[in-house]
């Protein structure tokens, strides 16, 4: 079992950035890959990106790709999400989630979950114009 917590959400600035943060509570969460979502009102649930077990991967959504990092610090338990330039479509909550394979993200096209089995409450990210 993966017990996921997300922080470092909140209200910014457009054109701010923030980092988000996953804290994983298993002893093991380094050998799994773990991936970033979020859900904006009125909106499915989408996909952000994905980070490799060891951080030297990673994989994002199309529309992601040029303002969203994701980076891991195995040693800490935690990955984070930075998000550049935000803008006031970002808003949304954040979640991290984890599958119950360990290695890489196999990404599957099937919303809400994505085929993913932990996930976290999300944090709350809001930006104003």
């Known amino acids: 079992q993966v017990h996921l917590v997300e922080s470092g959400g909140g209200l910014v600035q457009a054109g701010g950035s923030l980092r988000l943060s996953c804290a994983a509570s298993?002893?093991?969460?380094?050998?799994?890959?773990v991936g970033w979502f979020r859900h904006a009102p009125g909106k499915e649930r989408e996909f952000v990106g994905a980070i490799n077990w060891t951080g030297s991967s990673t994989y994002y959504a199309d529309s992601m790709k040029d303002r969203f990092v994701i980076s891991r610090d195995n040693a800490k338990n935690t990955v984070y999400l930075q998000i550049k330039a935000l803008k006031p479509e970002d808003t949304a909550v954040y979640y991290c989630?984890?599958?119950?394979?360990?290695?890489?993200?196999?990404?599957?096209?099937?919303?809400?979950?994505?085929?993913?089995?932990?996930w976290g409450k999300g944090t709350l990210v809001t930006v104003s114009s």
């Open positions: 298993a002893r093991s969460f380094s050998r799994y890959p």
């Open positions: 989630a984890a599958p119950s394979y360990t290695g890489s993200y196999y990404y599957t096209d099937d919303p809400p979950d994505y085929g993913m089995d932990y």
